[in-house]
């Protein structure tokens, strides 16, 4: 589901991706292709700018290898 938030002031794509998301991995390119014209704006977007976002990504949790010090 796809939402929109507003840009704080002086705040960048990635600043914004990272206070939705918490990250900015592989989010940022489907975020840009979802606002054309966005990336002209320059790096800091203006106070207000509705940036529409894809919805979020697939948290998949992954438990570490398992390690056998002894057979």
């Given at each position: 589901m796809k939402r929109t938030v507003r840009a704080h002031q002086g705040e960048t794509l990635d600043a914004l991706l990272y206070r939705v998301y918490?990250?900015?991995?592989?989010?940022?390119e489907q975020t840009l292709k979802l606002n054309p014209g966005l990336a002209e704006q320059g790096p800091?977007?203006?106070?207000?700018?509705?940036?529409?976002?894809?919805?979020?990504?697939e948290t998949r949790e992954t438990k570490p290898p398992n390690i056998q010090l002894w057979n």
């Open positions: 918490g990250k900015t991995a592989a989010i940022t800091v977007l203006k106070e207000g700018t509705p940036v529409v976002l894809p919805p979020p990504p």
